[in-house]
């Protein structure tokens, strides 16, 4: 009502001013006024006191706007997201755009120019070939969602989306040692519908005769579906369909989860109930849900012991106490020019020594790679790039690989955070076997870009049906680590 | 408001058993031009799905409407195309297909084009496609490209002719390129889904002798790629690239792009966002011409 009233602009006028001196005649202006000292707004279910909600409720009176102003943060919501990257925007995706009926969705981001996400800093590719079937199928799910983007994630009285898909195949290439698990995994890929095939030594040479053979025995390449894209444009059409379809996307940052002791048949235990969040107005907001989701990317870890997992010594619970093994590294990315390099032709080419490279435009651009040794991992605390690792590491490998190479210059680098599964480098998919409110989507260690749509489908599969439909991934589950069945896989960069 | 539609549509079930259906193609690109309304009979009245569309807390929007229509309809077209190709993949298959469906086939050692015949239906029988194999193909007046082009199968393909298709884009070529890898020559005028990173996998057809990008306008860099094409595809002759006009005028912008930028109509948008009624009134700007009337009007 009071909302209609102050449609107009003379009615708001009159009501302020006719406030304001009631106010200073009442001599409560103290109370009523916008003090900048930090301030608690409790969730949903916590009592307030009359006044807060009095000062809650005249606010958009006294700051003179038309409407009332949303809160920064909802006091309460179905179902909560932190992290608003590609996972993070992906899964709101998938709850909302596909049933309705699932209630509010929320979005909490710390930083909406993305300066640190590990996506926007990646090389964006995507390839069909791994040595678990489940990836294979998730990076088929995202190459088929691509595919028909338009159709998924036109917004009305909006441009239409561009994600600037590169059809480029991913080049494994193997040496005599390990050609027989490469022609494994090809079999093992096809039988799922993707299209790779298996290339001799012969062959190679003839299809990219500026490659250098030397200890190469066999490579794999992907005809179809595979490539690299956008990621930054992926999210941001992803974003506009959420806002579009009703998701909200709040900035800030969780720094308490809050616990709640419930009884059950088996004494008192400890559920997650709400978080509170830090917001830039110098404000804590508490934040009530059913079910959180985390996608940090890179800071899971964090994330999963503020919400108290791994530390179920504490409470004397026995089902609870492995962390989530997620941390972050670093890796850098390097931009350099070759003039007489390969052109068109060029896949997204995978050296048996670790490092790679990709076209970039067709300048003679190329960008390329390579993941340095456990007992050499970077220095996480910013993102600053070590030159001597491309001149020691890389350059000599990609240099070896391709002769033109040789005369090559380094124009500029960037490096960016993995989220590093430190047991078996995967997924890690599905709700805490304790914590059965609390959902992961971390540690995906590099395949985040690829596998983030299929990811958003496995959960909303998850809240909506209770199990996986179109995927199954449950040997990606939590539990793995508990039951010590970790899944390994051979394929990563 | 949804039970007052719900009444409508209930009564129009009840009275004509009638459903709306919508000419296809392209949901989100199409324009007002091209849009034809159609009714058609159909016994089957799906409600359910009217009920979930009733769910979702749309702005209930005629563009809405039509949008989740298109949808439909395409789905529906879709199941329909796929419902003719069996399992096992023939070339006699396809170009049944072809031919039932309006487009056009050129086969090796004959002069005729075949389409289908005026009452419908293929003009060869089976028994006799089981020797012939295409050489060339004109599928124009298919729609939905994306749907049937994975279903493709004649590996010996020479000709390929898809003009002012506003679905085939750089998925389709993708596909082309990888069933029939012994094409010579591509027609793909007024394709304006196909971006430059559909040409760049041109590479792959290293017998490609013909291109025709006439009026793609989603091609940027039509005549830097070409020269690079030429480097694996030697005798390859690239034609229509001065019909490719600047994207950098905006003269040259689309209906569509006029209909629902962002930055061309950021007017409307706001005051749709904002929920604001346009209270301004244009009139009140014109300029007026002041005559000697009302300059004695005016105060002193």
């Known amino acids: 009502m009071m909302q209609a009233c102050m449609r107009s602009q003379n009615v708001h006028k009159g009501i302020e001013t006719c406030l304001s001196k009631i106010v200073r005649h009442l001599s409560i202006g103290k109370t009523l006024q916008y003090s900048e000292d930090r301030e608690y707004r409790a969730a949903a279910g916590e009592a307030r006191s009359v006044k807060d909600i009095f000062k809650e409720e005249f606010s958009p009176l006294m700051k003179g706007e038309i409407h009332g102003v949303e809160s920064k943060i909802p006091r309460e919501t179905d179902i909560l997201i932190i992290g608003g990257g590609l996972v993070g925007t992906a899964v709101a995706y998938f709850l909302k755009a596909y049933s309705s009926a699932l209630g509010s969705v929320t979005v909490i981001e710390r930083d909406y120019t993305y300066t640190r996400a590990s996506s926007m800093l990646s090389a964006g590719g995507i390839r069909h070939q791994f040595s678990v079937p489940e990836n294979v199928l998730m990076s088929k799910f995202t190459s088929d969602f691509l595919k028909n983007y338009k159709q998924h994630l036109s917004v009305f009285e909006q441009d239409p989306p561009e994600v600037s898909f590169h059809h480029q195949g991913y080049l494994f290439l193997a040496p005599l040692s390990s050609a027989e698990n490469l022609e494994n995994a090809v079999k093992m890929q096809r039988s799922l519908g993707a299209k790779t095939v298996l290339l001799s030594k012969e062959q190679l040479a003839e299809k990219y005769p500026w490659l250098n053979l030397d200890g190469i025995e066999v490579g794999s390449l992907g005809t179809s579906g595979e490539g690299w894209f956008d990621p930054w444009q992926l999210v941001h059409s992803l974003k506009a369909k959420n806002l579009a379809n009703g998701v909200r996307y709040c900035e800030g940052e969780v720094i308490e989860f809050k616990m709640e002791d419930v009884r059950s048949a088996d004494g008192t235990r400890k559920i997650i109930k709400g978080v509170d969040v830090d917001c830039k107005d110098g404000k804590h907001y508490g934040c009530n849900f059913s079910c959180v989701i985390n996608c940090a990317g890179p800071w899971a870890g964090e994330i999963a012991r503020l919400a108290h997992i791994g530390d179920g010594e504490q409470y004397g619970d026995t089902s609870n106490f492995i962390e989530l093994p997620v941390e972050p590294r670093k890796r850098y990315v390097y931009t350099f020019h070759c003039p007489d390099g390969p052109t068109l032709d060029t896949p997204f080419v995978i050296d048996p020594s670790g490092a790679y490279f990709r ?43 391709v002769p033109a190479f040789n005369n090559s210059k380094l124009k500029a680098a960037w490096a960016g955070y993995y989220d590093y599964n430190l047991m078996d480098q995967n997924l890690i998919i599905g709700p805490h076997p304790y914590h059965t409110n609390f959902l992961f989507a971390n540690g995906m260690s590099g395949h985040g870009v690829q596998h983030a749509l299929a990811i958003g489908q496995a959960i909303f599969e998850l809240i909506m049906y209770g199990h996986y439909k179109t995927i199954d991934l449950s040997r990606f589950s939590f539990n793995r680590f508990m039951d010590d069945e970790l899944v390994i896989e051979d394929a990563i960069v | 408001m949804a039970k007052i539609l719900l009444r409508v549509f209930r009564l129009r079930q009840q009275r004509f058993n009638v459903q709306p259906l919508v000419s296809p193609t392209n949901v989100n690109l199409r324009t007002e031009r091209t849009f034809i309304f159609n009714f058609k009979i159909d016994k089957k009245f799906n409600f359910h799905d009217i009920l979930l569309w009733l769910q979702h807390d749309y702005k209930l929007s005629w563009q809405e409407f039509r949008c989740y229509m298109f949808g439909k309809q395409r789905r529906k077209a879709a199941e329909l195309m796929l419902a003719e190709f069996s399992e096992t993949e023939s070339e006699s298959e396809f170009v049944t297909f072809i031919m039932t469906r309006g487009g056009y086939v050129k086969f090796y050692n004959d002069d005729v084009w075949y389409t289908k015949l005026e009452k419908g239906g293929s003009p060869l029988t089976t028994k006799q496609l089981e020797p012939l194999y295409a050489e060339g193909v004109d599928v124009t007046n298919i729609e939905y490209p994306k749907v049937w082009i994975e279903k493709m199968c004649s590996p010996e393909l020479r000709y390929f002719k898809i003009h002012d298709s506003v679905e085939f884009d750089d998925w389709c070529m993708l596909t082309l390129l990888e069933l029939c890898p012994n094409i010579e020559a591509i027609d793909i005028s007024g394709c304006t889904g196909v971006t430059d990173n559909g040409l760049e996998i041109l590479h792959q057809a290293r017998n490609l002798r013909v291109l025709n990008v006439a009026r793609c306008t989603g091609i940027k860099f039509a005549e830097a790629l070409s020269t690079y094409l030429l480097d694996f595809c030697p005798e390859l002759l690239v034609l229509g690239i001065d019909t490719i006009q600047d994207n950098d005028h905006s003269s040259h912008i689309s209906a569509h792009e006029q209909g629902h930028s962002r930055y061309l109509n950021w007017g409307l948008i706001m005051d749709h966002h904002l929920g604001l009624q346009n209270t301004l009134n244009l009139e009140k700007f014109e300029t007026k011409t002041i005559t000697d009337d009302t300059e004695k009007r005016l105060p002193d």
Do not use: K, M, Q, T
């Not at chain 1, 340095?372 to 970077?378: F, Q, T, V, Y």
């Not at chain 1, 030159?387 to 690989?401: G, H, I, K, T």
């Open chain 1, 359 to 401: 076209r970039e435009g067709l300048g003679g651009h190329y960008i390329c790679g390579a993941s340095p040794n456990d007992s050499e991992e970077p220095n996480i605390e910013d993102l600053n790039v070590d030159y001597d690792f491309y001149n020691e590491v890389v350059w000599p490998a990609l240099a070896n690989r």
